[in-house]
């Protein structure tokens, strides 16, 4: 991804809030939209000169990279609705499949065996290029592991095409940490809430690429 390819975070939540951040303080220009334009507006004003505001479908026309911070159970739809703008390109899908639970934590909302990064795949629109990535730590250790020194900390990524796969890796540059892939989407169930790779799963904390590397 050169410098020039522009950036859209899709949704403002608590990851779409840092990862927005994250990007600004990267020195990367972006995008933001949200379902109302106001809360998009007041963050880029917030963030500064490089942050802009746009409606969500401008938004989309606009990036090369999209970045869909939402909710797992809306992310088919939205790329339903959105099929013709999202053609050709890079989709990033933070989301965890899951939700509350009855005992005040949380459960997974597919199969044991199942994966966000594949089912989400399966809805693609024509030309788009998904990477399960920047979903692998809670918003909290986003925010606060992002651009550490002298070692940076590790965000994983998986995607089937390899072809996206330095556009990738300079987003999470760019976002303060240093890729480590995993493989392609059949992995990334080891990247999302639960799995051994992840910040609530059996990963626990951020850790370093040399750490990384043990796990992977």
Request: no cysteine.
């Amino acid at each position: 991804m050169s410098t020039t390819s522009k950036i859209a975070v899709i949704g403002l939540g608590n990851i779409g809030k840092v990862v927005a951040a994250n990007l600004v303080k990267g020195n990367r220009s972006i995008i933001l939209a949200s379902r109302k334009l106001e809360d998009a507006q007041a963050l880029a004003q917030q963030l500064g000169g490089l942050a802009s505001a746009a409606k969500t479908s401008e938004a989309i026309k606009q990036a090369d990279i999209v970045v869909l911070s939402i909710g797992f159970n809306t992310i088919q739809q939205f790329m339903s609705e959105h099929n013709s703008e999202l053609q050709g390109k890079i989709i990033i899908d933070p989301s965890n499949p899951i939700a509350p639970d009855e005992n005040g934590g949380f459960k997974k909302i597919i199969g044991n065996n199942e994966s966000a990064g594949q089912i989400n795949a399966t809805a693609l629109p024509n030309g788009a290029k998904l990477a399960k990535a920047l979903g692998t730590l809670g918003a909290e250790s986003l925010s606060n592991a992002a651009f550490r020194q002298p070692e940076k900390s590790v965000l994983f990524y998986a995607t089937d095409d390899t072809s996206i796969n330095a556009d990738v890796e300079q987003l999470i540059r760019d976002n303060g940490f240093e890729p480590v892939r995993v493989g392609g989407l059949d992995q990334s169930i080891r990247i999302e809430v639960f799995g051994d790779l992840h910040e609530f799963g059996a990963l626990g904390k951020p850790v370093t690429v040399a750490e990384a590397q043990e796990k992977v």
